[in-house]
Nanobody, 124 residues
Framework: QVQLVESGGGLVQAGGSLRLSCAAS????????MSWFRQAPGKEREFVAA????????YYADSVKGRFTISRDNAKNTVYLQMNSLKPEDTAVYYC?????????????????WGQGTQVTVSS
């Protein structure tokens, strides 16, 4: 079992920055893929970014490429999402997810563990 706890969400003005954290416990993540998804009201959960823990390869949705950066801290068993140049359309609940298969897919169904989510609100 893996427990994921997100933090760092909040209210920010357009153009601002936030850093989300996802702390994992229960297992080391050496063979996992870790991803961030988001879900806005009335919309489906969508992929934001992923990192393959063992090799560090990163992947991004086109909508956030160049603005968001996913990273990991092995010692802290934590994954981060640095969000810059935020836009009102980035407003959503952001979820951290872990895939035991280690494949950084963009499909929520491929992930085994989920955090509780953290709200990000970007005002115009």
């Amino acid at each position: 079992q893996v427990q994921l706890v997100e933090s760092g969400g909040g209210l920010v003005q357009a153009g601002g920055s936030l850093r989300l954290s996802c702390a994992a416990s229960g297992r080391t993540l050496s063979n996992y893929a870790m991803s961030w998804f988001r879900q806005a009201p009335g919309k489906e959960r969508e992929f934001v970014a992923a990192v393959r823990w063992s090799v560090g390869n990163t992947y991004y949705a086109d909508s956030v490429k160049g603005r968001f950066t996913i990273s990991r801290d092995n010692a802290k068993n934590t994954v981060y999402l640095q969000m810059n140049s935020l836009k009102p359309e980035d407003t959503a609940v952001y979820y951290c997810a872990a895939s035991m298969a280690g494949t950084a897919t963009r499909l929520p169904k491929d992930y085994d563990y989920w955090g509780q989510g953290t709200q990000v609100t970007v005002s115009s």
